[in-house]
């Protein structure tokens, strides 16, 4: 077998996804928001964020992405099978890792993240972010998930801390988006934090057809007027 030389290769473009935010607003400001991502496990959310923070930088905006659930490698791995690569970003310091997940489950740290020692701590997680929001200029970060977070820490203090943690964020002209899992928590709590959020993205899995589809829809957002229909959520080349 032959293998094809570098020149021969072919590369093929980013990926596509659709429907992003600006698709769902009819006008208003898309930065200096916060959304709320909500769905059952395996309904595209990560992958929504992950196109998010790709748009971003395609548009020259830098990302942050914590992780709470999984190692960075991970997350890089599935960016780049889109052609969302991030290698050279997060080498200019343009798209930064936040990671709170490899020290907690005992894992090597890879590349250039920056390390989160206590989920449960979200003062430690504002700090931090805050020190690498400080060298860029209207990033969009991602917590994923927002429903580990509340899994490790006090529910009684939680939404005061996103309250805060959001506000921080957006008052300093960046944007961020929460992933909250669906059927972990009571009513209250998806009632509660959606209420904190400027926007929320509703996500699920239609299986009426022959195939099963990914869909979305744009629940509510302050201050502009959304579709509110469900559409398929794509990823073409």
Partial sequence: MVEKSDSQRVI????????MISDLVKFG??????????????????TYAEAFLAEGIALGFPAV???TDVS??????????HGW?????????????????????????????????KVEDTSELAIVLSDVLEELVVARVVIDSLSTLILHSNPETMPRAVQRLSGRVTQSSHSIMYILEEG???????????????????????????????????????????SREWHDFEITR
């Fill in 65 to 67: 992405f914590v992780t």
């Fill in 184 to 226: 972990v928590h009571d009513e209250k709590t998806y009632a509660t934090f959606s209420y904190l959020a400027d926007a929320v993205l509703r996500f699920r899995l239609d299986d009426s057809g022959q195939t099963l589809r990914h869909q979305l829809r744009m629940e509510r957002m302050r201050g502009t007027d959304t």
């Fill in 85 to 117: 690569s991030v290698e050279e970003q997060e080498a200019s310091g343009q798209f930064v890792f936040i990671d709170a997940y490899s020290e907690r489950m005992g894992a090597q740290r890879t590349g250039f993240a920056r390390s989160l020692a």
């Fill in 12 to 19: 093929l473009p980013p990926a596509k996804a659709t429907p």
């Fill in 72 to 81: 960075p490698r991970v997350i890089r791995n599935d960016m780049s099978r």
């Fill in 29 to 46: 400001q898309l930065t200096q928001v916060s959304y709320m991502l909500v769905g059952s496990l395996g309904s595209g959310k990560t």
